[in-house]
């Protein structure tokens, strides 16, 4: 069975890829579909998703709500863990801390980053996946930590 990364750099090669192959992670994970991301990236360390700002993520005051941001931060986080994590191994996020920084009035960009080096343990291990959303304009209105616990495939 071919990874999600591997169906990501498939589907992503032919026209509308991105659109097409964010449409089949929203089947895949049916909670993201609340955020309706839109995958812009998926690498080995790196991903990177849009979330648009609409009615249905807004808050009370009319900006995204924050547990949308999260939502999207995890979003990424996993595109990131799927596209890092050796075959035979297998991940699950242990927990989310998030800083607030600013109200986000507009769309966001959600990016998951880790480096080479959090891999290179042995099983079982914890790698902090550093998350941060960005505005168009490059502001950092989110920014934290998600750690996923990587053991053995049984």
């Known amino acids: ?20 192959f964010s449409a089949a992670y929203m089947l895949k994970v049916p909670y993201f579909r609340s955020v ?4 812009l990236e998926m690498a080995p360390h790196r991903a990177v998703l849009q979330i648009g700002k609409r009615r249905a993520v ?4 009319g900006t995204l709500h924050a547990i949308a941001i999260a939502n ?16 035979g191994m297998r991940w699950i996020p242990k927990g989310i801390a998030l800083d607030y920084l600013a109200k986000v009035p507009g769309d966001v960009r959600c990016v998951a980053e880790t480096e080479p080096a959090d891999w290179e343990q042995q099983a079982p291990f914890q ?7 960005h505005l168009r304009d490059g502001t950092v209105v989110v920014r934290g930590i ?3 616990w990587v053991t053995a495939r049984k």
Not at 6 to 19: I, N, S
Not at 58 to 61: K, P, S
Not at 127 to 133: F, G, H, N, S
């Open 58 to 61: 807004h808050n009370h005051i």
């Open 146 to 148: 998600i750690p996923i």
């Open 127 to 133: 790698v902090d996946v550093r998350v941060a959303a």
């Open 36 to 39: 309706r991301p839109a995958v």
């Open 72 to 87: 999207g931060l995890e979003a990424a986080m996993g595109l990131l863990a799927e596209a890092t994590v050796a075959p």
């Open 1 to 20: 069975m071919a990874s999600t990364y591997e169906l990501y750099q498939k589907v992503t090669a032919q026209p509308f890829g991105r659109r097409i």
